[in-house]
């Protein structure tokens, strides 16, 4: 039995969604969400997920995986999705993996290099200085303490600049030595990897539209909702773009236009830092936005799993 898995990436706003429920239903397939945000069961319009209609059409997996205040990790990530598609290839049927998340999909084609275990205690206590000084200042420290890891992470990517002071404190030993050790992939399989790629200027364009239709679809009443039980301390950790504006909206520290553009804003420099890693680290064939939709694509792939 052929054990061929897709894997429809891209930049966010390429329009892999689209072409993922499109995929999975020619096929037959079983979308597996590869997005770092959209694995959270409590998020739906900020993470652009497929709507609860798409999800409830074909089988997905994997996004309503976690629970907000869950920690995840693309190791995590790569041990489940390696068991949904172990899974599917058991019935017969093909996974479709569909994200922007470039490490997550590497977790789970390459293996992650190996990683000092977790050390609770130093974690509460990054996350307790995190809180008083700002994520800014702990990648700071970063900067002097593990240069290379700290010039590869955005400043305010909170959850991997806490790690990778952890994994320094704990171990004695920086990233990049850790990312020396060998590594095993959790998953045999044939990859056929899509990446949706268009011109900056259009991209921004789309971003624009789907910024503008998120707020216009109740983003701002979502994030009150989790915000009113109690869970804004878990978004904020989670640094999503979307909802952090849209608390702050909220809080009235940013009035809706000014929520508006730094939501856009954020999101361009996503996609951008997005588009640099797959074009350098992911070896996939590329498509242009109105190839992704033609149905003669869709019907080509279809006919090489043959």
């Known amino acids: 039995m052929r054990r061929t898995l897709?894997?429809?990436?891209?930049?966010?706003?390429?329009?892999?969604?689209?072409a993922g429920e499109s995929l999975a239903e020619r096929i037959g397939g079983e979308v597996v969400c590869a997005d770092a945000r959209q694995v959270f069961r409590e998020l739906e319009l900020g993470t652009g997920k497929p709507t609860p209609a798409e999800?409830?059409?074909?089988?997905?997996?994997?996004?309503?995986?976690?629970?907000?205040?869950?920690?995840?990790?693309?190791?995590?990530?790569?041990?489940?999705?390696?068991?949904?598609?172990?899974?599917?290839?058991?019935?017969?049927?093909?996974?479709?993996l569909v994200g922007g998340s470039g490490l997550y999909l590497a977790a789970l084609r390459q293996g992650l290099h190996p990683e000092p275990p977790r050390d609770p205690a130093a974690r509460v206590a990054l996350e307790a200085e995190c809180e008083a000084v700002g994520v800014e200042e702990m990648h700071a420290r970063l900067?002097?303490?593990?240069?290379?890891?700290?010039?590869?992470?955005?400043?305010?990517?909170?959850?991997?600049?806490?790690?990778?002071?952890?994994?320094?404190?704990?171990?004695g030993h920086t990233l990049a030595w850790w990312r020396a050790r060998a590594r095993e992939a959790p998953l045999a399989a044939d990859w056929r990897t899509f990446e949706l790629i268009c011109p900056p200027a259009l991209l921004a364009e789309r971003i624009a539209a789907r910024t503008r239709a998120m707020w216009e679809q109740g983003l701002l009443a979502e994030t009150r909702a989790l915000r009113d039980?109690?869970?804004?301390?878990?978004?904020?950790?989670?640094?999503?773009?979307?909802?952090?504006?849209?608390?702050?909206?909220?809080?009235?520290?940013?009035?809706?236009?000014?929520?508006?553009?730094?939501?856009?804003?954020?999101?361009r420099q996503l996609a951008k830092r997005q588009r640099t890693w797959f074009r350098h680290q992911l070896?996939?064939?590329?498509?242009?936005?109105?190839a992704a939709s033609d149905p003669g694509w869709v019907e080509r792939v279809a006919v090489g799993l043959r």
Not at 235 to 263: H, N, T
């Open 6 to 18: 897709l894997a429809i990436v891209g930049a966010t706003a390429t329009g892999k969604t689209a």
């Open 55 to 96: 999800r409830g059409a074909r089988p997905h997996h994997l996004f309503e995986w976690l629970a907000l205040g869950e920690r995840p990790t693309a190791g995590r990530w790569a041990r489940a999705a390696a068991e949904v598609c172990e899974e599917c290839f058991a019935r017969g049927v093909t996974p479709v």
């Open 143 to 171: 900067a002097k303490r593990d240069p290379e890891a700290a010039a590869s992470l955005a400043t305010r990517d909170r959850q991997r600049v806490l790690r990778a002071l952890e994994i320094t404190c704990v171990s």
């Open 229 to 267: 039980v109690g869970l804004e301390p878990a978004l904020r950790k989670l640094a999503a773009i979307g909802y952090d504006e849209a608390l702050d909206q909220l809080a009235g520290r940013l009035s809706a236009a000014e929520a508006e553009e730094l939501m856009n804003t954020r999101t």
């Open 283 to 290: 070896v996939a064939e590329r498509l242009e936005l109105d």
